[in-house]
Antibody, heavy 119, light 113 residues
Framework: QVQLQESGPGLVKPSETLSLTCTVS????????WSWIRQPPGKGLEWIGY???????NYNPSLKSRVTISVDTSKDQFSLKLSSVTAADTAVYYC?????????????WGQGTLVTVSS | DIVMTQSPDSLAVSLGERATINCKSS????????????LAWYQQKPGQPPKVLIY???TRESGVPDRFSGSGSGTDFTLTISSLQAEDVAVYYC?????????FGQGTKVEIK
C-alpha cells in the first residue's frame, strides 16, 4: 500500500519561500502523477499543481507565478516551493496521488502538514 | 475555472435517515473521449486527509460502504448516504477532474440531528 508523508518547516516568515517534501513509500514514484493540495484552517481544498515522474508539471494559474514542483526519482520524493508567501498561504498542505498512472481523482493522500506564515 | 457549488452548506440528519448532498458544476465535467463524468466525492473527518468515496460520479471506491452512492451527469451531481451512521459525521467535498485547474466544492458538513 503506497504511503505519502509530507515534511518541512511548520513556520515560514512573510515574503519568504515555503518548501515542503513528500516522501513516497510502499511503491515507486515512477509512472505516476503527484499533486499538492492545500486547505486553509477551517476552509476548503485547493489544488496547487502536479508533477509527472518525468518532470512535466501543471500548476493552478492562481498560484503559477509563485509555485515550483520538482521530483527526485532516486529518493522517491517530490517537492513544493511557494515563494513570496503571505498569511493567506497558511494552510495544511497535502501531497496526493491518483489510483493508477492517470490524471484522475485522488486515491492516496498524505496526512498533511500545517504551515503557518507569520513573523 | 470550473466552479463547483455544493448545497446545502450543512445538514443535520437523524441516525438511520437519508442524507443528500448536491454538487453543481459551472461547466460540464463529461470527459469527451470516454463520456465519463469526471467527478469525485470525498469524506473528510477532523484532523484527517480527505478520503475518496465515489469517482466517475457513481463508482464506489473499494471498501466504501454501500450506503454511499453517487449519481448525476453533466453539471448536476448528488451524493446520497442511505442510512446515516454515527461514523459518517464529516465534511463532504465534490471535485471535478475534467479540466484544469481541478477544483473542489466548498464542502458540506453532515451532523447528527
Amino acid at each position: 500500500q503506497v504511503q505519502l508523508q509530507e515534511s518541512g518547516p511548520g513556520l515560514v516568515k512573510p515574503s519568504e519561500t515555503l518548501s515542503l517534501t513528500c516522501t513516497v513509500s510502499g511503491g515507486s514514484i515512477n509512472g505516476f502523477y503527484w499533486s499538492w493540495i492545500r486547505q486553509p484552517p477551517g476552509k476548503g481544498l485547493e489544488w496547487i499543481g502536479y508533477i509527472y515522474y518525468t518532470g512535466n508539471t501543471n500548476y493552478n494559474p492562481s498560484l503559477k507565478s509563485r509555485v515550483t514542483i520538482s521530483v527526485d526519482t532516486s529518493k522517491d520524493q517530490f517537492s513544493l516551493k511557494l515563494s513570496s508567501v503571505t498569511a493567506a498561504d497558511t494552510a495544511v498542505y497535502y501531497c496526493a496521488r491518483g489510483p493508477r498512472g492517470q490524471l484522475v481523482h485522488f486515491a492516496y493522500w498524505g496526512q498533511g502538514t500545517l504551515v503557518t506564515v507569520s513573523s | 475555472d470550473i466552479v463547483m457549488t455544493q448545497s446545502p452548506d450543512s445538514l443535520a440528519v437523524s441516525l438511520g435517515e437519508r442524507a443528500t448532498i448536491n454538487c453543481k458544476s459551472s461547466q460540464s465535467v463529461v470527459f469527451s473521449s470516454s463520456n465519463g463524468n469526471y467527478l469525485a466525492w470525498y469524506q473528510q473527518k477532523p484532523g484527517q486527509p480527505p478520503k475518496v468515496l465515489i469517482y466517475r460520479a457513481s463508482t464506489r471506491e473499494s471498501g466504501v460502504p454501500d450506503r454511499f452512492s453517487g449519481s448525476g451527469s453533466g453539471t448536476d451531481f448528488t451524493l446520497t448516504i442511505s442510512s446515516l451512521q454515527a461514523e459518517d459525521v464529516a465534511v463532504y467535498y465534490c471535485q471535478q477532474y475534467n479540466s484544469f485547474p481541478w477544483t473542489f466544492g466548498q464542502g458540506t458538513k453532515v451532523e447528527i440531528k
